[in-house]
């Protein structure tokens, strides 16, 4: 980064690594218990050769200024450039920033230009991105200001800071095939999970013409399926237990019943939820891969604060609903046979405030 760059930022290099302590970092994790159109295709990288494929997947940072944010997804950045066996790739799982879709352009430039500056200031890894929910703008048009004409409007914004030619798009890696999908979709003036139409037909079309003995690995940022919201997102209702439509995939039975066609599926990989998952179902392994942010860079307590002013009739009481996961990131192992390991690795952190 020139030193007009790092003016510019606001943040230079040695100043973010310093807050990182990245020469202090070590590559110690924590083991996770397990629970029960044409792609676009980029080459595999030379050092996949050795057979298998290892993915960070780094997913939920939610950058921001404040809550020491920017150290905290420096640092974890940096965590991940000292682990001694290097991912073949890094996947950016989502909400990269804090806050777009309802917020002013001032502060959404503000959030993309410290995401930027932290992102650029430390390795560089080959990087895929899978946009979320936070990482569009205005679409809450009241409270954004917005029009919907504006040339940075949508998704418009964060493809052009990550340099996205497209949402949905493929990537063979060590003999696998990684697909990353777009899984926003509009809902009023929010969003739900669902894929939409044309790039449900993409999909159908790539799972027809991978050969079936190439394993897949699917990315999304909202959940497939994902049994863990049940306990920290769920509403009790009289006609049961109800989750949002913005923490499941909402066009689930479709991609199931697609996944049945093609054996060759292995793994579902996604944030959102804050939490750490593994399930297998119908010969798919779902895993939600818990978040940079941990409780979005606050502790247990000040999050059940918010809850508590928040609380309405119905709600599961928040002092009942388990934290999030800690702040860290997931390595994937996806072997050529097509089994799948995965670690969660939290790293050095304390949160600002309980």
Same mark, same amino acid.
């Given at each position: 980064m ?7 930022? #606001? ?11 990245? %020469?202090?970092? *070590? !590559?110690? #994790? ?6 029960? %159109?044409? $792609? ?9 050769a ?12 939610? /950058? ?6 920017v150290? #905290?997804?420096? *640092? ?16 950016? #799982? !989502?909400? @990269?920033?804090?806050?777009?879709m ?6 959404? =430039? =503000? ?6 500056? %932290? ?16 990482? /569009? ?8 200001? &917005? ?18 030619? &497209? @949402? ?9 095939? /990684?697909?990353?999908?777009?899984? /926003?979709?509009?809902?009023?003036? $929010? ?15 790539? @799972?027809? $013409?991978?050969? $079936? ?15 863990s ?28 019943? @697609? ?17 750490t998952?593994?399930?297998? +179902?119908?010969?798919v392994? +779902?895993i ?5 942010s !941990? ?6 307590e ?11 009739? !119905? ?25 799948v390991?995965?670690? +969660? ?10």
């Open positions: 020139s030193t007009r760059e790092s003016d510019r930022h #606001g943040l230079s290099r040695r100043e973010l690594l310093k807050a990182a302590g990245v %020469t202090a970092l *070590a !590559g110690s #994790g924590a083991s996770l218990a397990a629970c029960a %159109t044409s $792609s676009r295709v980029v080459s595999a990288p030379a050092e996949a050795r057979g298998g494929v290892r993915l960070c997947h780094f997913t939920d940072p939610h /950058i921001r200024p404040e809550f020491n944010a150290e #905290g997804t420096a *640092a974890a950045w940096a965590h991940v450039c000292a682990q001694p066996q290097k991912p073949d790739l890094v996947v950016l #799982g !989502g909400d @990269l920033i804090m806050h777009s309802d917020q002013k352009a001032s502060r959404v =430039e =503000e959030l993309w230009r410290v995401w930027r500056s %932290t992102f650029d200031a430390a390795c560089r890894l080959p990087t895929e991105v899978c946009i979320g929910n936070h990482d /569009i703008w205005g679409w809450n048009k009241g409270q954004s200001g &917005s029009t919907g004409s504006e040339a940075r409007w949508g998704k418009r914004w964060v493809s052009e800071v990550m340099q996205l030619t &497209s @949402l949905y798009r493929t990537r063979d890696v060590g003999g696998w095939r /990684i697909i990353i999908l777009d899984s /926003i979709s509009p809902l009023g003036d $929010s969003y739900e999970g669902r894929l939409d139409d044309a790039q449900f037909e993409w999909l159908r079309g790539v @799972l027809a $013409s991978t050969p $079936s003995t190439m394993p897949v690995c699917i990315v999304t940022h909202i959940p497939i399926l994902c049994i919201t049940v306990a920290v997102d769920a509403q009790v209702r009289e006609q049961g237990i109800i989750t949002g439509r913005g923490a499941v995939m909402m066009d689930v039975h479709r991609l199931l019943a @697609l996944f049945r066609q093609h054996p060759n599926v292995k793994v579902c990989l996604s944030g959102h939820i804050h939490t998952e593994r399930m297998e +179902y119908d010969g392994t +779902y939600c891969s818990g978040a940079v !941990g409780m979005w860079w606050r502790g247990i000040a999050n059940r604060k918010r809850g508590r002013e928040r609380w309405k009739e !119905g709600d599961v009481p928040v002092d009942l609903r388990p934290a999030r996961a800690k702040p860290g990131y997931m390595l994937v192992d996806l072997g050529p046979d097509g089994s390991a995965n670690r +969660y690795v939290e790293f050095p952190w304390t949160y600002a405030e309980p």
